[in-house]
């Protein structure tokens, strides 16, 4: 690949500490260059840390016969510096390490880069050398035996294990490429199939690291057998009564002879759904996962096609079995890029199957960025991205976490040979401009999207995965694939779930060691008066802040419910009486959608859902409130900041209670803590709050859909029609009131939990750190001096992170 490193490698030479087990640095070492055929070779011969280390000539030549390997060998070896096992821990001196710790460390360069930057520290591996000593700790804890405070400290360790991922969304419509784009942001050319535009990816797929093994590696999680039985007899349904042309015909014959070829059409529902046939995939009959492991990235595109394509076309492939899939994972060893990076490749608009809807929305709504994917020719009046951006733009915003959205025109290709590269490049930058305006503009112009997302959060990018591969035509950077490269290194760069595991190690061991000492009784007593005062003073703050935000919903709601009651029939009969469509055509659609609990979605991607027309004015009552509420964006956080601003002021105190230093920088990064947690609290519930509006009216409708499903007969259509519009005409009163207050109280319990909360974790952290007696307990004062030092390095990196405006990704 031009102009990239090894996309293998996770990790860089400059990586400041490498914290790695015996055989782990062999396989970790034989990868970083390039040499994993010799790895299985250099285990067998048991060649671990200290004889790597220890390796002559002749026992090169042994276990490296090949002249050009055994040559890059010997000379990445001789460049290899294994500096004394010491590290530095704080200004006041050095910390010898334990015996037992020699060998654990690699000191590879310092604080400066070979060009005078300074070196960011591997997060990755501090993690892990961190969660290690936690669990040693642990084990240590729980042989002393079981009392108040050990059991308080094991907790504690055992809430500091979380590993959240970034989610990175991608959409586009069959044939814009993002097979292609996803495999070579990732450096793994042969990894998700690309194909014709006939052979389209019908299921959700999830690409992130393999963290286990180095293997390349598939899960595929199939919809249950019941799942599978409705939609064979919906299927059925739809093919006895749809025609031929129809869309909802061809989808069904899609479906049914990819998975059973022709015999579905001489074959009833009961015989199909048979165990005899899905012998060949037992883990779907036992709601199970099945695992594909392979060594290549290339052998794993072909075992998982059948799982993820539609291609009748396709040689050597008697049966598909996308119909039964619900999501694949594919897990990529050695990724830079992925090493807290999930990439969704998403269909469009999610499934008529709810098991698979459920999970698309669910992937949508966390989905942190979004990329929508189209060919350059026609980005700004591609129909379907814009419509797909749209139809997902409430769930990605207010009833998401998504911060940014690139939109990516595919296909910027030169179409030249070398002899004309220069006409054909300026020609190839000029359309790219051209492109990348008109597609703002039309962003700019759709303002059901912008209530959500700010210029700011919206970038355009024209990208070209051919020519990123094809040397000389043009430079890397030219692509774009390099930005969209650094983009994901920056989401891996600045994810805080490293800061947060180790800033609550630090105040563990903190406290512990605390435990150990003694102070003068009237420091924590004094101590205990003074922050138990500071909380009753902060909490007043975050109580005051929700009030008014709970008036402000109150407000808005009660004018969204007036307005809906007096616009809700006139807005549905737009729905129900669609310009331009016959009634015989339309009959067919209405019935699916009242099939469907009033949601439906064509197989070409059209949205018809008469719930979230009801609710429409509703939601807008409440969206800007809600945004500024809950922004995605920014620092100010939610609730108007007011629990970023949250403090016990530890620092003050430590000037004046300077014995109790331990104790106040547990109860510090206890704060951190508990925020942290609040922040992802709020984000998950406040795509709650904000669904709940279209989910009450959902419910409330639910007895006119299934009274409407019933209706049969030459007048069914008009019959259809009346018993929906006299449905909503007589709870219309009622619906949305109701719905307002769901909201409200959904509302309420966040604002009432959030105190509690604070209230009791920090209660519960001042009495075991200021309100005890001294603990006998292990002394880890060595670990809690090295894991300090990673502390304030990683304090520090944040800090630079935020100064070169990449900002982190705000906890909530």
């Given amino acids: 690949m031009v102009g990239v490193s090894d996309p293998h490698t996770c990790f860089t030479p400059g990586d400041q500490l490498l914290f790695l087990d015996m055989d782990d640095f062999v396989c970790n070492k034989l990868t970083e260059w390039g040499l994993n055929d010799w790895i299985e070779r250099f285990k067998e011969q048991g060649i671990d840390k200290e004889s790597f280390e220890c390796l002559k000539d002749q026992d090169i030549d042994q276990l490296i016969p090949k002249v050009g390997p055994r040559a890059k060998f010997r000379k990445r070896v001789k460049a290899l510096e294994v500096l004394p096992s010491t590290t530095s821990v704080s200004d006041k001196g050095k910390r010898k390490l334990d015996p037992q710790d020699e060998g654990r460390y690699i000191q590879l360069p310092t604080k400066k880069q070979r060009h005078g930057r300074k070196q960011r520290p591997n997060t990755e591996l501090i993690q892990s050398e961190v969660k290690k000593t936690m669990r040693e700790t642990y084990d240590k804890l729980d042989q002393e035996g079981e009392t108040k405070f050990n059991s308080f400290l094991k907790t504690k360790i055992s809430d500091l294990d979380t590993d959240k991922r970034e989610l990175v969304g991608v959409f586009g419509k069959t044939g814009a490429g993002k097979s292609s784009l996803i495999n070579a942001v990732i450096g793994e050319k042969d990894l998700l199939p690309c194909g014709s535009i006939s052979a389209c990816t019908t299921v959700m797929i999830k690409v992130e690291a393999n963290t286990r093994t180095l293997k390349y590696e598939a899960e595929i999680e199939f919809i249950t057998k019941e799942e599978w039985k409705d939609e064979l007899w919906h299927l059925h349904h739809i093919g006895d009564r749809a025609e031929e042309k129809d869309e909802d015909y061809s989808d069904t014959v899609e479906k049914l002879s990819a998975l059973y070829g022709e015999e579905w059409q001489t074959k009833p529902p009961e015989i199909l759904i048979e165990n005899k046939n899905f012998r060949e995939i037992p883990e779907f009959l036992s709601n199970g996962k099945k695992v594909l492991t392979c060594e290549s990235a290339k052998q794993l595109s072909a075992k998982i096609l059948q799982y993820i394509r539609s291609d009748s076309g396709e040689t050597g492939v008697k049966k598909w079995y996308w119909p039964l899939v619900k999501c694949v994972t594919v897990k990529v060893p050695r990724n830079r890029f992925l090493q807290h990076v999930t990439l969704v490749d998403l269909p469009g608009n999610g499934d008529r199957n709810k098991s698979r809807d459920s999970m698309w929305k669910g992937l949508v709504g966390s989905c942190s960025n979004v990329w929508i994917v189209t060919e350059i020719n026609r980005a700004a009046s ?372 959030i105190l509690k909360t604070l209230e009791s974790t920090l209660k519960e952290a001042i009495e075991h750190s200021l309100k005890t007696e001294g603990y006998s307990v292990p002394d880890f004062s060595n670990d809690l001096e090295l894991i300090k030092q990673w502390y304030y390095e990683l304090m520090e990196d944040a800090s630079v992170l935020r100064r070169r405006s990449i900002t982190p990704p705000i906890d909530f």
């Fill in 382 to 753: 591609e129909r379907e991205a814009w419509e797909i951006l749209e139809n997902t733009s409430s769930l990605m915003g207010n009833g998401g976490e998504c911060r940014q959205i690139h939109f990516i025109c595919t296909k910027t290709d030169l179409g030249a040979d070398d002899d004309s590269a220069a006409a054909a490049r300026a020609l190839l930058f000029k359309n790219n401009m051209k492109a990348k305006e008109d597609v703002r503009k039309q962003f700019n112009s759709l303002n059901r999207i912008k209530i959500h997302f700010s210029d700011d959060c919206f970038k355009v990018f024209t990208v070209s995965a051919k020519e990123f591969l094809r040397p000389k035509l043009l430079k890397p950077d030219e692509t774009e694939i390099p930005q969209l490269r650094e983009f994901l290194q920056n989401l891996n760069d600045c994810h805080s779930e490293t800061l947060n595991y180790v800033s609550g190690a630090y105040g563990i061991l903190s406290l512990i060691q605390g435990a150990r000492s003694t102070e003068v009784p009237g420091s924590k007593r004094d101590a205990c008066i003074d922050l138990e005062e500071n909380i009753i003073q902060e909490l007043e703050k975050v109580r005051k802040s929700m009030e008014e935000t709970y008036s402000a919903f109150e407000r808005c709601l009660s004018e969204g419910v007036e307005k809906s009651k007096t616009s809700c029939e006139a807005d549905l009969k737009k729905v129900l009486y669609p310009k331009g469509q016959s009634g015989s055509g339309f009959h067919k659609t209405l019935t699916c959608v009242v099939e469907n609990g009033g949601a439906y979605k064509t197989k070409k991607g059209k949205q018809i859902n008469l719930n979230l027309t009801l609710s429409s004015c509703l939601t807008d009552s409440i969206d800007e409130e809600f945004r500024k509420t809950f922004p995605i964006e920014g620092k100010c956080g939610p609730f108007n900041g007011v629990i970023s601003t949250f403090s016990l002021h530890t620092e003050k105190l430590l000037e004046k209670y300077k014995d109790l230093e331990l104790q106040l920088t547990f109860l510090k990064t206890e704060e951190e803590n508990v925020k942290t947690d609040l922040n992802k609290i709020i984000r998950k519930r406040k795509k709650t709050i904000y669904t709940s509006l279209m989910e009450t009216i959902e419910e409330t409708m639910q007895e006119c859909y299934r009274k409407a499903a019933k209706i049969t007969g030459t007048d069914k259509l008009k019959y259809t029609r009346n018993t929906i519009e006299m449905h909503v005409h007589n709870v219309k009163n009622v619906m949305f009131e109701q719905a307002k207050e769901v909201m409200l109280n959904n509302l309420t319990k966040l604002m009432d939990e």
